[in-house]
């Protein structure tokens, strides 16, 4: 059964640093990974992706500032996301797409507080 559980989230000020990681299992393969993120009343955002041999695309409201990267030893994931913005609170999620179906995790709460 694929699973993805996000965590890393939290509190942060306005041009401070956080680093999610998405842990992923029942997946045997290595798929490319998306964040996204959501904040309430609009549509879930997608904030970048990351393929299996490690190439990465970002939204260009992220980009400069947020880095993609995975570990395929770890089956890990994780956002880097630096010089963040109040506009970046958000609940982020990973995404895979398996055997043409798309798995979501719980989301994890980042909060950037000016």
């Known amino acids: 059964q694929v699973q993805l559980v996000e965590s890393g989230g939290g509190l942060v000020q306005v041009g401070g640093s956080l680093r999610l990681s998405c842990a992923a299992s029942?997946?045997?393969?290595?798929?490319?990974v998306d964040w996204y993120r959501q904040t309430p009343g609009k549509q879930r955002e997608w904030v970048a992706t990351i393929t299996s041999d490690g190439n990465a695309n970002y939204a260009d409201s992220v980009k400069g500032r947020f880095t993609v990267s995975r570990d395929n030893v770890k089956d890990m994931v994780y956002l880097q996301m630096n010089s963040l913005k109040s506009e970046d609170t958000a609940v982020y999620y990973c995404?895979?797409?398996?055997?043409?179906?798309?798995?979501w995790g719980q989301g994890t709460q980042v909060t950037v507080s000016s």
């Open positions: 995404h895979v797409i398996v055997g043409l179906r798309g798995y």
């Open positions: 029942g997946i045997f393969f290595r798929p490319s």
